[in-house]
């Protein structure tokens, strides 16, 4: 999600305030949503390689927890 301060986030609970944007939980959907700039265009902003590579790996920490707790979709 995009924050007040023009920052990007992950709202796992989808209750902050601000911009979101759903990315399902497959590798593939953040990876099309980073590189074709499908993200920043729902967001309404424009991720610097930084908050790409964050958003990236902490996409994959994400499922890689659900794939160890049996969530992933």
Known sequence: MSTADHGVEIDRGGKAAGRGAYLCHR???WEA????????????????????AELQKKAGEIMEGDANSGQNE
Do not use: D, F, V, Y
């Open 27 to 29: 590798p593939e959907c």
């Open 33 to 52: 949503g980073l590189k074709s700039r499908r993200l920043e265009h729902a967001l309404r902003t424009t991720l610097s390689a930084e908050n790409q």
